[in-house]
């Protein structure tokens, strides 16, 4: 990552899932939960800004987002 801030934000919602601060929703798209037929469920950060205000998304709609980002 080359962004400070977005390794900052990252790093803090890492930080909250692991003390049980927040919890990893399903996915907004097509509902896969974390840990169910090896599904990872990422958090998308719209603002790093607001690091716990996230998008939960399957591994394929993360990367869905960022290539619509990028184009």
């Given at each position: 990552?080359?962004?400070?801030?977005?390794?900052?934000?990252?790093?803090?919602l890492r930080s909250a899932i692991k003390k049980g601060l927040i919890e990893r929703g399903p996915c907004e798209v097509?509902?896969?939960?974390?840990?169910?037929?090896?599904?990872?469920?990422?958090?998308?950060?719209?603002?790093?800004?607001?690091?716990?205000?996230?998008?939960?998304?399957?591994?394929?709609?993360?990367?869905?987002?960022?290539?619509?980002?990028?184009?």
């Amino acid at each position: 990552m080359e962004h400070p801030k977005a390794m900052w934000a990252h790093q803090a919602l890492r930080s909250a899932i692991k003390k049980g601060l927040i919890e990893r929703g399903p996915c907004e798209v097509c509902g896969a939960v974390h840990g169910v037929d090896g599904e990872v469920i990422h958090g998308h950060h719209d603002d790093y800004d607001q690091p716990m205000r996230v998008r939960w998304l399957c591994r394929l709609h993360h990367r869905q987002v960022h290539r619509r980002e990028k184009a």
